[in-house]
Each structure stands twice: as C-alpha cells, then as structure tokens.
C-alpha cells in the first residue's frame, strides 16, 4: 500500500522569466521531512525549447506507447501522465533516463495505477496522437539534489521532478507561467526601457485572482563591480486582483523581486518572482573647451595665496604648484541620491555638466608694483644662487609660468576631445545608506563621493596632466635668484 508520509512536492522558489525565458531556482520537499533519493529532474516547454544542463534533448517524437497503466488523471495535472516503469517508442527504444513522460492532447481517461510492467490483460496498444509541444528535457546539472537552479528559453512550461521518498518512486511538478494549476506570481516593470533618472513602476500580480499577503520588495542594483540590495519590507494584506507597486527612479540595472504568500488548500503558500531592468545611460551635449586663454591675474586670491609659499631644499628657494600661477578647469555638477523604489540610496548626477571656469591666474606676486614684487631690488647673496632676484628675474619667472599654465590649458582642451567628459560625469553613480551616515563607523558620504568624482574624471584627467605638463620636463619653471621676503615671512 501507499505510504501517507511519503509524499513529494515541487515549487518554484525564483523566476525571472520572460518571452525568451530565463532563470529559476527550483526545491523538492517531502511530507515530515522524509530523505529524498535519486532525483531526477524535467521541464516540459509549451512549446519546443531548451533547457539548461540538458546534454541530449529529445527529438520530435509521433506515438509513445506506455509499458505500464497511468495514473489517475484527477492525481496529477492533465499536462503529462507520469509512469512508474520506463515509456518505450512503439520500436521499444528507452527514450527517457529510467522514468518518462506522455503528454496527452486530451485528458479524457482515468486509469487505476498498474504496476504491471505490461498492458493490463485485454487492453489495445494505446498510441498517442502527434502533439507540436515538445517531450520532457531532462536537467542533468541537477541530478541528485533537492533544490536546483537552472535556465529555461521558454515563458512556459512544467517542471518535473521524480525521486524516491521512503522507498517510494514518487513524482511532483511545477508550472511555469500563467497557464495551469497552482497560483502564480509575476513581475513586470514600465516603461519597457529605462532611462536613468526617469521613474520605473515595479508590478507584482497573483495569478489567478486571489487574496495575498504582500511581504517584501527587494532590488539588487549594480553598477560596475559595485553591487547593493535594497529591502522593503510591506506586510500588507491585499485584496484579490489588487496589484502591488514599488516606483523610484531608475539608476542602476537592477534586478528586482517581489515575495507573496497566498492560502492554498487553507496552507500558507510563498511565491516570489523577480524582472530585471537594464539602465540606458542619458544623451547629453559633448563638453569642449577652446584656447588659448588670456592668463589673469589673481588680484582678489581667491586661488593663490598673497604671500607665496617659498621654502629652501638643499639651500634653494622652491615654490610649490599653484604658488606661482594655476590653470582652473571646474567641473560643476548637482548630485542626488534615490529616496524610494529598487535604487533606494544610489546617488547620481541629476543633470548635464558645465565648466564653469576654465582660466589661468598668476599670482600678484608677479606683478610690477606688488608690494612682494617691490621687495625684489636684486644684489649680491652670500651664498647659492649668488643673487637675490631682481625686477628682470621675476618678469622672466612669470613668462616660464605663463608656458607652463598654457600647457596645462592646452592638455585639458585635448583631453575634453578625446573623452566624452559629459558621458563620463552620467554614468558617475555610488551607493550610500543615508539613514547610517554620522552613526559610528558609519559612511563617509564626501569620501565615497570624492572616490566616485577621480573614477570618471579626476584620476584620469589628473594623470594625463601629470605625464604630459610634469613629467615631460618641457615645461619646468626654474628659479634661479633668491627672493626677498616681506617681515615675519622670511
């Protein structure tokens, strides 16, 4: 006799499947936690596909011709008919590895069980009408396991798993899509393309209409090799044909997932389902920047000291970069991080870029009548340089800055044309989790942003200038006299 506790069940835990198909993460489980062994899994596609791990898919087949009576029609789905010895091709060819299927253009008979390895005395060889759905595809990569992940190239189907529970070869399934029995969910997001910024409105629906219990949202976003997870949790009762949504802005790729647990048979039933969208970056006008620029003098410092920082290395007078002169390229752009929705935390630049000021200043030091260039009256110094600069030396120490500023000006214009700056500054997104900023060892928001500003402009920008200003040694400015400092700033 059977066995009540030996009773097998198949769910789909994931899907993320579309009209091409894709992922699903299956789970067999058995009544009281009986061991399962031997499992084998199937997919039966609506229509001919393929399946993921399936090394030898069968080919088209006109008649089966079971070896053994079938189960009950009112036991299993009407979909496939499940036998517990092998099902042979009229030419007595195996076509299925130790268990197969039949699928049935119409399930009209109920047949007891037989576990005779032949036709019940007196019954005609039984062929089953040519059918255009394809035959069960075996998933070998999930031979022997109880849960198993696997890809599918079809929306919808049945999956199949047959295994022994306490001796018992038993057998359960799973539909994929909205036909069939058992309670589906689906998620689906608009518009159909995302534009990064732009609101996306995540749809979770029970299928067919029932009450549910919404549980939770989650979006996984990435970016790069940056990856993060967002969960909202709901826990809310919902109405049956009441919809759930989940809207924000699009800013990463994302997938995201909706959990629902519904009432089958009055047992709690989970159901989760997830849709992936695919940013597609913003189209904004090129950046560019033109020269030569008129060098001007920082009379209000704003961007250099009024005393310049000079200091002695091995006796000689030096000046820092900037001291002398400095070639401003600024970037200015507004960021904003998402409040709401799968991209919850994701910041990103909300607008097209500008280059608010793209100049050169000098320092007021180089100036005639400065009160620091005044002080430079020249004359013998005791020591190396043998000179204190004089009037002629500062003139021709702003003309080796000047060459050195235009150099920077000019590398910063070849590099605006050979790089999408613009292009650079949309795609700049990071993650930061706001509600944990100013909590011990919390993020530091101006340093992630910084780290995000160098990884699409400033490390490269500053590189290229380094290399082609600094290192080339064309453009080194040389102090060859000792200055003269004001009182208190010798």
Same mark, same amino acid.
Not at 196 to 210: K, S
Not at 348 to 365: C, L
Not at 404 to 411: F, K
Not at 427 to 434: G, N
């Given at each position: 006799?059977?066995?009540?506790?030996?009773?097998?069940?198949?769910?789909?835990?994931?899907?993320?499947?579309?009209?091409?198909?894709?992922?699903?993460?299956?789970?067999?489980?058995?009544?009281?936690?009986?061991?399962?062994?031997?499992?084998?899994?199937?997919?039966?596609?609506?229509?001919?596909?393929?399946?993921?791990?399936?090394?030898?898919?069968?080919?088209?087949?006109?008649?089966?011709?079971?070896?053994?009576?079938?189960?009950?029609?009112?036991?299993?789905?009407?979909?496939?008919?499940?036998?517990?010895?092998?099902?042979?091709?009229?030419?007595?060819?195996?076509?299925?590895?130790?268990?197969?299927?039949?699928?049935?253009?119409?399930?009209?008979?109920?047949?007891?069980?037989?576990?005779?390895?032949?036709?019940?005395?007196?019954?005609?060889?039984?062929?089953?009408?040519?059918?255009?759905?394809?035959?069960?595809?075996?998933?070998?990569?999930?031979?022997?396991?109880?849960?198993?992940?696997?890809?599918?190239?079809?929306?919808?189907?049945?999956?199949?798993?047959?295994?022994?529970?306490?001796?018992?070869?038993?057998?359960?399934?799973?539909?994929?899509?909205?036909?069939?029995?058992?309670?589906?969910?689906?998620?689906?997001?608009?518009?159909?393309?995302?534009?990064?910024?732009?609101?996306?409105?995540?749809?979770?629906?029970?299928?067919?209409?029932?009450?549910?219990?919404?549980?939770?949202?989650?979006?996984?976003?990435?970016?790069?090799?940056?990856?993060?997870?967002?969960?909202?949790?709901?826990?809310?009762?919902?109405?049956?044909?009441?919809?759930?949504?989940?809207?924000?802005?699009?800013?990463?790729?994302?997938?995201?997932?909706?959990?629902?647990?519904?009432?089958?048979?009055?047992?709690?039933?989970?159901?989760?389902?997830?849709?992936?969208?695919?940013?597609?970056?913003?189209?904004?006008?090129?950046?560019?920047?033109?020269?030569?620029?008129?060098?001007?003098?920082?009379?209000?410092?704003?961007?250099?000291?009024?005393?310049?920082? =000079?200091?002695?290395?091995?006796?000689?007078?030096?000046?820092?970069?900037?001291?002398?002169?400095?070639?401003?390229?600024?970037?200015?752009?507004?960021?904003?991080?998402?409040?709401?929705?799968?991209?919850?935390?994701?910041?990103?630049?909300?607008?097209?870029?500008?280059?608010?000021? =793209?100049?050169?200043?000098?320092?007021?030091?180089?100036?005639?009548?400065?009160?620091?260039?005044?002080?430079?009256?020249?004359?013998?110094?005791?020591?190396?340089?043998?000179?204190?600069?004089?009037?002629?030396?500062?003139?021709?120490?702003?003309?080796?800055?000047?060459?050195?500023?235009?150099?920077?000006?000019?590398?910063?214009?070849?590099?605006?044309?050979?790089?999408?700056?613009?292009?650079?500054?949309?795609?700049?997104?990071?993650?930061?989790?706001?509600?944990?900023?100013?909590?011990?060892?919390?993020?530091?928001?101006?340093?992630?942003?910084?780290?995000?500003?160098?990884?699409?402009?400033?490390?490269?920008?500053?590189?290229?200038?380094?290399?082609?200003?600094?290192?080339?040694?064309?453009?080194?400015?040389?102090?060859?006299?000792?200055?003269?400092?004001?009182?208190?700033?010798?």
């Amino acid at each position: 006799g059977n066995d009540s506790t030996a009773i097998l069940q198949l769910a789909i835990l994931e899907s993320d499947v579309g009209p091409l198909g894709g992922p699903v993460k299956l789970a067999a489980t058995a009544k009281n936690a009986a061991p399962i062994a031997g499992a084998r899994w199937y997919f039966v596609p609506d229509s001919v596909g393929s399946i993921e791990g399936d090394t030898t898919p069968p080919a088209p087949v006109a008649a089966l011709v079971p070896q053994s009576a079938v189960a009950a029609a009112s036991e299993l789905p009407a979909i496939q008919r499940i036998a517990d010895t092998l099902w042979r091709l009229p030419s007595g060819e195996v076509v299925g590895p130790g268990i197969h299927f039949v699928r049935e253009p119409v399930a009209t008979e109920t047949t007891a069980l037989n576990a005779s390895p032949t036709l019940p005395s007196g019954s005609a060889r039984r062929e089953v009408a040519p059918s255009s759905a394809a035959l069960p595809q075996s998933i070998n990569a999930c031979d022997d396991q109880v849960s198993c992940g696997t890809r599918v190239d079809r929306p919808t189907g049945t999956f199949l798993v047959v295994a022994r529970v306490n001796g018992q070869l038993l057998s359960a399934s799973a539909r994929l899509g909205a036909a069939g029995a058992g309670p589906t969910l689906s998620v689906t997001y608009t518009p159909a393309q995302q534009v990064r910024g732009d609101p996306v409105t995540c749809t979770a629906e029970v299928t067919p209409q029932m009450p549910y219990r919404m549980i939770e949202w989650k979006g996984e976003g990435s970016a790069g090799t940056e990856a993060h997870e967002t969960v909202e949790t709901v826990g809310a009762d919902k109405a049956a044909g009441e919809r759930s949504t989940w809207m924000g802005p699009a800013i990463v790729n994302t997938r995201v997932t909706a959990t629902v647990q519904v009432s089958v048979n009055g047992q709690p039933q989970p159901l989760t389902a997830s849709a992936t969208y695919t940013v597609t970056p913003r189209v904004w006008p090129r950046l560019t920047l033109s020269g030569p620029l008129v060098p001007q003098v920082d009379v209000a410092h704003t961007e250099i000291a009024v005393y310049l920082p =000079f200091f002695e290395v091995a006796g000689r007078d030096t000046s820092p970069e900037g001291a002398l002169g400095i070639t401003s390229v600024t970037p200015r752009y507004h960021i904003s991080n998402v409040s709401e929705g799968p991209n919850t935390n994701w910041f990103y630049v909300t607008s097209p870029v500008t280059v608010t000021d =793209f100049a050169i200043y000098t320092s007021t030091a180089l100036e005639p009548g400065d009160p620091f260039y005044a002080l430079q009256t020249g004359g013998r110094y005791n020591g190396s340089p043998s000179h204190y600069c004089s009037a002629r030396d500062m003139n021709a120490l702003k003309a080796q800055v000047l060459v050195h500023e235009q150099a920077h000006a000019q590398t910063a214009i070849q590099y605006y044309q050979q790089h999408d700056v613009q292009a650079d500054f949309e795609a700049m997104v990071y993650y930061v989790d706001v509600s944990q900023i100013g909590q011990p060892g919390g993020p530091n928001a101006p340093a992630i942003e910084a780290a995000a500003f160098d990884a699409v402009y400033g490390t490269a920008f500053g590189n290229i200038q380094n290399q082609t200003v600094h290192q080339s040694g064309r453009y080194r400015v040389t102090l060859s006299c000792k200055m003269r400092y004001p009182a208190g700033h010798e």
